[in-house]
């Protein structure tokens, strides 16, 4: 048949922004009475912003507060995708950087879109690429820093860490970066981090935005933010266009991403400037300290719109996410419960224990007695700790399966507190039992 006699494909029934949508279902202050709380300076801390919700896709629908695993490679780290559903995942974020390399977005389009591909029918996510994309430049740690400015003095904007080589360039167009696979270059602007994502197929994707950190410089800081907010407005553009020619699949929501480290001028400035935006959601990045998580989160929240989701990108410590979700983070995602667990380090509620610990070789208890995946109601410590010994791939594949159950069932069950009204309660006895220094 003739090209120009081909038909075009016929519009997806779920193609359309009416896919995707977002509902309050109850806020914290509604269900619970704040109370009064200073923080170590005596200055009151900032009121609670929390709520519940429902994120409706056209994967399913997320009830929220909801912790959403990551799955980097269209696979959450040595576990299965039906493994993940049988533990309450509700969605699963993916890395549109390493999925661009490899297999490469063109790929996972013809495979029917990622959740196909990787045999998942629930809701996904994709990030820009912009997170891995900046942390490669400098070969310092870009991530969430909770620890503040280095020990060791300043790091220069344009430093590059020690015994490293910049792998990439950032200009006010987009980002040239070398692949960490062969070494190949590559251009990643807002437009190319859209068309990937589309390829991808995730059900909510993550605007184009550059990845600051704690050390760089407020001036810095300043420009990055003016450039975050142009590349925001070409993503949005390009998705419009992306959008309209791809309605053979189902509708993708966009969240712009809210950067601006420790400075609360910026926080709130690029709140208002891309809550003015046709977003469906939005993503709460960067750099942020520990103490001042909950703060940060605030202000964001009290300046984007209602009525849209609010993902804040990186933390599963428990601590941090009763934080989290009081200054109203809607989802949240980290790698940390599959990245300690191939170490041995296992999530109890009475704090976090090392397996391979000789103590464990002759403990014939489940990790957690009180837990029900799969690893707990059918293998022991001893086993388990037997397997990190012998260096057995399936330890990490254990450790894992109870580490992610772990943390979807204490925000699943402070979504439930938050409902219900026991918020308090059992925020309070969580934290006491895991930070008590009793041994598991």
């Known amino acids: 048949m003739d090209s120009e006699q081909t038909p075009a494909p016929k519009p997806h029934p779920l193609s359309g922004r009416d896919s995707f949508s977002f509902r309050v279902r109850t806020r914290l202050t509604e269900t619970v009475a704040q109370p009064p709380r200073t923080d170590p300076h005596g200055d009151p801390e900032p009121p609670w912003l929390g709520r519940t919700g429902e994120i409706t896709t056209p994967h ?22 039906e ?64 620890d503040g400015p280095s020990p060791k003095g300043p790091v220069g904007d344009d430093d590059v860490a020690e015994g490293k080589e910049r792998l990439a360039n950032v200009d006010d167009d987009g980002v040239t970066f070398i692949s960490h696979l062969n070494g190949d270059k590559h251009r990643f602007t807002p437009e190319v981090s859209m068309q ?57 929501a ?10 609360e001028d910026l926080r709130r400035q690029a709140s208002r400037d891309l809550g003015a935006m046709d977003f469906d959601g939005y993503g709460i990045g960067g750099a ?74 002759r403990d014939f208890r489940p990790i957690d007695e009180d837990c029900d995946c799969y690893t707990c109601t059918h293998y022991t410590r001893a086993y388990v700790h037997h397997l990190f010994k012998a260096k057995e791939r ?32 059992y925020r309070d006895a969580t934290l006491a039992d895991y930070y008590s220094g009793d041994h598991p």
Request: charged share 25%; net charge neutral.
């Open 254 to 263: 966009l969240f712009g991403v809210i950067q601006g480290a420790q400075y």
């Open 394 to 425: 399936v330890a990490a594949t254990l450790a894992s399966i109870h580490n992610e159950r772990f943390t979807i069932r204490l925000v699943d069950r402070a979504r439930e507190a938050m409902e219900d009204g026991s918020y308090l309660a």
């Open 288 to 361: 942020l300290e520990k103490k001042n998580l909950g703060t940060i989160v605030g202000w964001c929240a009290e300046e984007l719109p209602e009525d849209r989701p609010r993902h804040l990108l990186g933390i599963s410590e428990p601590d941090d996410i009763f934080v989290a979700l009081e200054a109203g983070a809607d989802t949240f995602d980290c790698v940390s419960p599959t990245r300690v667990a191939r170490t041995g380090a296992c999530y109890h509620p009475k704090g976090r224990f090392n397996l391979p610990a000789a103590r464990f070789k």
């Open 60 to 81: 399913g629908t997320i009830r929220t507060p909801a912790f959403i695993p990551v799955a980097t490679a269209a696979t959450v780290k040595a576990v299965l995708p």
């Open 83 to 146: 493994a993940m559903k049988e533990l309450g995942a509700q969605a699963l974020l993916a890395n549109a950087y390493h999925l661009y390399l490899r297999p490469g977005h063109d790929l996972l389009d013809e495979a029917g879109g990622l959740g196909r591909f990787m045999n998942w029918d629930g809701p996904t996510f994709t990030d820009s690429g912009g997170f891995q994309v900046m942390s490669l430049g400098s070969g310092f740690k870009k991530v969430i820093d909770m």
């Open 196 to 252: 990937v994502q589309h390829g991808i197929g995730a059900d909510i994707m993550f605007a184009f935005d550059e990845l600051t950190t704690l050390h760089n410089s407020r001036g810095y800081q300043e420009r990055a933010l003016e450039r975050t907010r142009l590349w925001a407005l070409r993503c949005l553009e390009e998705h419009e266009r992306l959008t309209q020619a791809r309605q053979h699949r189902p509708y993708q």
